[in-house]
Structures are given as C-alpha cells and as structure tokens.
Nanobody, 121 residues
Framework: QVQLVESGGGLVRPGGSLRLSCAAS????????MRWYRQAPGKERELVAA????????NYARSVKGRFTISRDNAKNTVFLQMNSLKPEDTAMYFC??????????????WGQGTQVTVSS
C-alpha cells in the first residue's frame, strides 16, 4: 500500500522557518522523482520544488527560490522541504508528490494528504 505522510506544518511568524517532511512507503522511493506542491484557498495547486530520484537536480518555483530547499534521504524514504524567511503568501496546504514511469510507460503518480502551513503575525 502506497503512503506519503507529510508532517512539520504549523503556524509561524513572518520571517520564521519550518521544515516539512514526507515519509514514503509501499514503493521504491529511490526510483521516484519527488515534488512539493502547495495550494492556497481559492487558488490552483502550484509546484514549489522538485528533486530527481537520486537528488542530483533540484528545481524551485521563482517565488521560493533562495528561501526553500528540497532534499531527500533515500535510506530513510523521506523527502524534506526546508522553508526559511517565510512570508504570509507562503500560507497554504503543502502536498508531497511522488512520480515515475512504469515499465509499461504508464505514469505512476502518488500524493500525500497535505500539511497546513500558516504564516501570520
């Protein structure tokens, strides 16, 4: 059974930091690219950060570049999102996503339930 379980969200003041974690199970974690998305109320889900399966390439949304860092520990089947210098506009539900391509060419795409991040004074 595939599971992605996010944790680490919460309420933080502007300028503060949070570290999100996403623990994966039920699939070969090291074969999947991992992503963090976020969705604020009334807005579309947006890609925040992505890392390749062995962690060699990382990409970020322009709005978080220089403030957020995505990393992964394949030995612990976990992906992280370190968020620094948080702003009120970072307030959203943050989702973990795992994506790969199966042997038959089909897309394999798994999602967590999300963790809420609220940045407010």
């Amino acid at each position: 059974q595939v599971q992605l379980v996010e944790s680490g969200g919460g309420l933080v003041r502007p300028g503060g930091s949070l570290r999100l974690s996403c623990a994966a199970s039920g699939f070969t974690f090291s074969s999947y690219g991992m992503r963090w998305y976020r969705q604020a109320p009334g807005k579309e889900r947006e890609l925040v950060a992505a890392v390749t399966s062995i962690g060699g390439i990382r990409n970020y949304a322009r709005s978080v570049k220089g403030r957020f860092t995505i990393s992964r520990d394949n030995a612990k089947n976990t992906v992280f999102l370190q968020m620094n210098s948080l702003k009120p506009e970072d307030t959203a539900m943050y989702f973990c996503n795992a994506r790969s391509v199966g042997t038959g060419g089909q897309e394999l795409d798994y999602w967590g339930q999300g963790t809420q991040v609220t940045v407010s004074s």
